[in-house]
């Protein structure tokens, strides 16, 4: 499918890594420190860490590839229709982490032509880095990660989440949870995309899925299920791209199972 894609320039994943171990570290120094927490939203919060963390990324990015775009979650955006566009989460998990609930990330991707072709995601309080590269697989902390084996939905431990939107909109993704919850071994509901998408390529979890996603949230987390050995697409099953807002990544043993219930539920188009 990616066979005309280009071959990374492995320097270029080793300042990506680096990249997301500096932005990590930030995010660590403000963690235990007394934090200004603004509202985007009734429920969709920015910290100082946010915004430290991707001014730090954006300048770095810029500095050393002047001629690539970059689309971030806070606002930073430059030349995002270029051939190669870094696409950045300084910190997903924002209300996890204002509320000192260990579960977020850094993920950082970069796309050519519209393709992921390299993604890291680092989860600071665990020291945790999954790396991939398009035909090189899926590494974390140097070891090799695969999907899961389980065979079926009804011995899978799946994750989703809900959007900020939940109090307001009818596709809140509460129905397609409650088919789920009764068919599947379990549900977790984290609170960052990246970090279950990773989870899903590494084995830790079999199944995911989410409405009313953004790019930042996927661009890294789908090249690693993809390299994992798993199955990324939307609820229809059509091909999924960063631009799309519903997803299921799995082990792929479990996909048409999962896409049989979720073509049941309640969509934004819907409405």
Known sequence: MHNSQPVINPDWEKFAVRLARSAGQVLLNYYNAPQKVEHKGAIDLVTAADRTSEELIYSRIKKRFPEHGVLGEEGSASKTDSEWLWVIDPLDGTSNYAHHYPFFCVSIALQHNGVSQLGVIYEPLRKELFQAVRGRGVRLNGGSCRVSSTPKLSEAFLSTGFAYDIRESEADNLDNFSRLAKMAFAIRRG????????????????????????????????????????????????????????????????????????AKGRMEEDL
């Open 191 to 262: 609170g960052s995309a990246a970090l279950d998408l990773a989870y899903v390529a590494c084995g830790r979890f079999d199944g995911f899925w989410e409405l009313k996603l953004h790019p930042w949230d996927t661009a890294a987390g789908i090249l690693m299920v993809e390299e994992a050995g798993g199955k990324v697409s939307r609820f229809s099953g059509k091909p999924f791209s960063i631009i799309h807002r519903d997803i299921i990544a799995t082990n792929s043993l479990i996909h048409r199972e999962m896409m049989a219930v979720l």
